[in-house]
């Protein structure tokens, strides 16, 4: 068995520096460039981060990381696991990632706790799974030819299968990564990673045997590479000792969302990720030093804590930061430079601070200094305000606002066109002024009110026309949040975004939304809702300063959310949502810390919209991320309506939204996919949710905010949609 090398990555960005596979892939969807314009641009992409990350003097390269949309449809794709109904598209890949017009994409939900989202297999008793290896193999080819050894990175067997709710055809499956394994031995790899990210939560014995089961069976395989079985966001707990008794001779440990392990692992190699791979903050090396001195194996390989796909490619562009801040900071290149570092300290007579590459200029060190002072804030004190019960609220909404059964609404978002986001680049750069740009914005608020009241929406939204994103737009108007210029960060496909840095405590210095949202209920007398994110989104989706505890940084933002709720009220906005999407992706993977975080981030919800008066509807939006697991919290939420994902994953959730006490919106139109909802679609849709809710408490809405979608598409869906309302309500009112 080959040595593994001293440094590694469990993985790098793949949208491009440039965000390039965006435009290549959003090129070949509309058809202005070919699948193979498009498989250049990729193999481009793939040259470049192997070249990049051999120049910073990384020892392990690893391959087949790189994903045209996502890796867990990726290993769908290897493993056969194709529904029928996608073979005959005239591209299965993407049919299955956004669907086509008269079929559906597959379900898409959140990564464990990350704002990445996957395509959750589709596995049933029809499923034959077949090995394709032709994109694992194909990228050792194209790495060897370069000149570059790299590591095959497929999702592990265990955490497919979890993932697709199928883990009964483990034996079948560990038939295909037996021949994945021998092709890649016979290919001469030396090592493949398989990740299992599920190990790292709570296991069942019957889970914790089948990971026994499959990596005895594949570490006895009579042909194969070193095995190196890679675990992320967190510690993998009950599922150490076992994976530590087969014959796997690599593991990889988070050591920055988990402990060091107090188990002796000597004859094991163990992949130490201390560089962390979810954040943007430099590592400090006396905490890393000391974590890769505490593991006892027989070696210890420098890595980060999960792959790099969650920060952004490099603070080279970012020069617009505070030097301060800008100093305590690590995208991906400098993460990687930092392992290496690392790496090169701990070989015998080697010195951390020996760099010498100038990375960072001036002569700082790699690291920049080691623990950063900080001052921990006590919490503000709860509102003591409580808003009346929801019977009380909903019969003085009902007597103001007199909307019709079955309303219908959007998200909040409409389709952010190119001239739009050209004009907001133009402000930028100087050649658009300020007054001109806002003249801009108020044309298209008054040209998406006037398309809502003839499509016949009963509850309008402003459009969110001068939003670059849900969260950096509000980070711009709070103090404690920098931004950058060049942070894109994957969410799904070709869809990204630049999380905010929050680093100084927050405060709202002015009104955010008012203008807007006011200018667009001048406009009609139809109900306009004031559109806000919520605190723990807006947290979740920044990079969040390490040295307060994350309830109370998440209070902060409530308090600054609780001042812009009133101030809209005051404007005379009577419904106003207050978007959670986040609330399920930052529940913790152990459920012993599940009800601690649900008690503080309703809290911090209730707290960020207890200020509104009665009449007042509070709306609340989540989606894609199995919200059906927290129910429970989110009734507690105390919000009017919710609205929720829907369509896109079947109408599953409706099953158990029967005792929801609320208003509930379940989405009736899938935005992320590009095809248009029939009428007939939509209601069935409505019918099931008038199965499960009294007619009183049905929202009509689409999945989410209709940002990412043409205006062609936009208009004929939401046509659709109220055609179907219309068609149900006469029964109803009876």
């Known amino acids: ?263 002796d692992l000597t004859g094991k190699i163990v992949v130490a990720g201390v560089v962390s791979g979810r954040d943007v903050w430099r590592t400090s090396p006396g905490r890393a030093l000391a974590a890769l001195g505490s593991v006892r194996a027989s070696q210890v390989v420098v890595s980060t804590s999960c792959s790099l796909l969650h920060v952004p490619y490099s603070l080279t562009d970012e020069t617009g930061l505070e030097p301060e801040l800008r100093g305590r900071l690590a995208f991906a290149e400098e993460k990687v430079a930092e392992v290496v570092a690392l790496a090169a300290a701990c070989a015998p007579g080697g010195a951390l601070f020996e760099t010498g590459d100038g990375l960072f200029g001036g002569g700082d060190t790699l690291f920049g200094g080691d623990d950063v002072p900080s001052v921990a804030l006590p919490s503000a004190p709860m509102p003591s305000e409580e808003r009346s019960p929801y019977a009380v609220r909903a019969a003085a909404q009902a007597g103001h606002l007199r909307l019709p059964p079955l309303p219908t609404t959007t998200i909040g978002s409409f389709p952010q066109t190119g001239e739009l986001r050209a004009a907001r680049a133009a402000v930028a750069a100087g050649t658009l002024s300020q007054a001109d740009y806002e003249r801009r914005v108020e044309a298209e608020i008054e040209r998406v009110i006037r398309v809502q009241e003839r499509l016949g929406l009963d509850v309008l939204v402003h459009g969110e026309p001068e939003r670059n994103d849900m969260v950096q737009y509000f980070a711009e108007h709070l103090d404690g949040f920098a931004v950058t210029r060049n942070g894109w960060v994957q969410s799904y496909g070709s869809r990204c975004t630049r999380p905010p840095i929050l680093h100084g405590d927050v405060g709202r210095p002015a009104p955010i939304t008012v203008r807007w949202a006011a200018y667009a209920q001048s406009l009609t007398s139809r109900p306009v809702k004031g559109m806000l994110t919520g605190p723990v989104t807006i947290v979740a989706w920044s990079f969040v300063r390490d040295d307060l505890p994350l309830r109370d940084v998440v209070f902060q933002v409530a308090d600054a959310i609780r001042q812009e709720v009133r101030d809209l009220e005051a404007a005379g906005l009577s419904i106003i949502q207050v978007d959670e999407p986040a609330l399920r992706e930052l529940l913790p993977l152990r459920r012993s810390a599940q009800a601690e975080y649900l008690e503080w981030a309703v809290a911090a919800y209730r707290r960020a919209t207890s200020g509104a008066s009665d009449r007042t509807q509070i709306h609340t939006h989540l989606c894609y991320s199995d919200a059906d697991q927290i129910l429970a919290a989110i009734d507690g939420l105390d919000a009017d309506v919710t609205t929720i994902e829907s369509a896109r994953s079947g109408a599953r959730i409706l099953g158990a939204v029967s005792a929801f006490g609320r208003g509930l919106g379940p989405g009736v139109y899938d935005i992320h996919s590009p095809r248009v909802p029939s009428t007939e679609e939509v209601e069935s849709l409505l019918r099931r949710a008038l199965e499960e809710l009294p007619v009183e408490r049905v929202w009509v809405n689409p999945d989410c905010g209709l940002k990412t979608r043409t205006y062609e598409e936009v208009e004929a869906s939401l046509a659709n949609v109220v055609t179907a309302a219309r068609r149900l309500r006469p029964a109803l009112r009876h």
Not at 101 to 112: C, I, N, S, V
Not at 159 to 185: D, H, I, N, P, Q
Request: with cysteine; charged share 25%.
């Open 1 to 263: 068995m080959s040595s593994f090398p001293t440094s590694t990555v469990l993985g790098y960005p793949r949208i491009g520096p440039r965000r390039e596979l965006k435009r290549a892939l959003e090129s070949y969807w509309s058809g202005r460039s070919t699948r193979a314009d498009l498989d250049r641009a990729g193999a481009g992409l793939r040259e470049r981060t192997w070249r990049r990350l051999a120049e910073l003097g990384l020892g392990g390269l690893p391959s087949n990381t790189f994903s045209l949309y996502d890796q867990v449809l990726d290993t769908a794709v290897l493993l056969g696991a194709v529904p029928e109904r996608y073979r005959d598209a005239a591209d299965p890949y993407f049919a299955m990632a956004r669907g086509t017009e008269g079929l559906a994409p597959l379900r898409m939900t959140k990564w464990f706790d990350t704002n990445y989202h996957y395509l959750v297999p589709e596995i049933g008793p029809e499923t034959v799974f077949e090995l394709d290896a032709s994109k694992p193999l194909g990228e050792v080819r194209e790495a060897r030819a370069l000149g570059f050894e790299t590591r095959p990175v497929v999702v592990g067997p265990v955490t497919f299968l979890l993932l697709g709710s199928a883990l009964e055809r483990l034996e079948e499956v560990l038939g295909c990564y037996e021949e994945l394994l021998a092709a890649l031995a016979a290919e001469g790899v030396a090592w493949v990673q398989l990740d299992e990210p599920a190990l790292v939560g709570d296991r069942t014995p019957e889970e914790l045997a089948a990971v026994r089961a499959a990596y005895e069976r594949l570490g006895s395989a009579a042909s194969r590479p070193g095995l190196f079985v890679a675990s992320y966001f967190g510690d993998l707990g009950e599922s150490l000792p076992v994976l530590a008794g087969t014959p796997v001779e690599a593991i990889g440990l988070d050591l920055v969302r988990g402990g060091v392990p107090a188990a």
